[in-house]
């Protein structure tokens, strides 16, 4: 159809993916390698593999309402109703399983602002939200574990440290935090005692832990360009989908 968005343009890719062609090709090929284009039941798509994952990439990163978005498509609000749905979990981020022994990870929690009441609570930024637990490999900056379901928004990031899975998945490998994670085993900075002082060495060291740290923070804003994360309307375990398959495009177009 005339007039559509569609992957065969590449100039449409960047605005309404986030991704470089090169970046969304590479992404074309995994998800071809795991039989993402294996033919399935029922009626055969309208859309090539390519129009559809655009469409999902494009959901999240515009996040238009499907009525906007769908006639963007060339198709109905249902049928981009069930792409997502279908492709969405296909595109999360897969763990990665083990890590080297000299790895160090970083780990922080943001929140992720959701309409579904069933899986959000209000949080400290007076919205209901849902909290996530994200680790990035401090060395390479990218995301190397989303875990788990998403908890509550009220959730505080030492509870939801454990209770997400994160602390399993990440197993001994040597973990930084903020001072959110007290009691947890991990590298978090110095704690005044009141009316006492930090020593120079205690002061230096929080210094350089803070500026390690800082690279969680520039990953979220990264994942933020994806505007899914800023007001989530999808239900159930959409938010879940949405933040893993965004890490794996954030790591996408941080690689390119």
């Known amino acids: 159809m005339a007039g559509v968005i569609t992957a065969s343009e590449p100039s449409w890719i960047a605005p309404f993916a986030g991704l470089s062609p090169r970046a969304f090709g590479k992404l074309m090929r995994q998800l071809r390698r795991e039989g993402g284009d294996a033919p399935g039941?029922?009626?055969?798509w309208k859309l090539s593999l390519e129009d559809r994952v655009l469409l999902v990439a494009a959901y999240w990163h515009t996040n238009l309402t499907l009525r906007q978005l769908a006639p963007l498509f060339g198709v109905s609000k249902s049928t981009a109703d069930r792409v997502i749905d279908h492709l969405g979990p296909r595109l999360a981020l897969a763990p990665r399983g083990r890590f080297a022994k000299d790895a160090v990870l970083i780990v922080?929690?943001?929140?992720?602002?959701?309409?579904?009441?069933?899986?959000?609570?209000?949080?400290?930024?007076?919205r209901y939200s849902t909290n996530h637990?994200?680790?990035?490999?401090?060395?390479?900056?990218?995301?190397?574990?989303?875990?788990?379901?998403?908890?509550?928004?009220?959730?505080?990031?030492?509870?939801?440290?454990?209770?997400?899975?994160?602390?399993?998945?990440?197993?001994?490998?040597?973990?930084?935090?903020?001072?959110?994670?007290?009691?947890?085993?991990?590298?978090i900075p110095h704690h005044r005692a009141r009316g006492g002082q930090l020593t120079d060495w205690q002061a230096e060291h929080n210094h350089d832990h803070k500026r390690v740290r800082a690279r969680v923070e520039h990953a979220?804003?990264?994942?933020?360009?994806?505007?899914?994360?800023?007001?989530?309307?999808?239900?159930g375990d959409g938010v879940r989908h949405a933040m893993h398959g965004v890490a794996h495009l954030h790591n996408l177009a941080l690689t390119g």
Not at 108 to 126: C, F, I, M, W
């Open 133 to 187: 637990q994200v680790v990035i490999d401090a060395d390479t900056r990218l995301i190397v574990v989303v875990v788990g379901r998403p908890l509550p928004g009220n959730r505080n990031d030492c509870r939801a440290w454990e209770e997400s899975g994160a602390e399993a998945a990440v197993g001994r490998t040597t973990m930084i935090a903020d001072g959110g994670y007290p009691g947890t085993g991990l590298v």
């Open 108 to 126: 922080d929690g943001t929140l992720v602002p959701t309409r579904d009441h069933q899986v959000a609570e209000q949080s400290k930024n007076y």
């Open 41 to 44: 039941r029922g009626r055969p």
């Open 220 to 235: 979220f804003a990264r994942m933020k360009t994806w505007k899914i994360l800023r007001d989530c309307r999808l239900r």
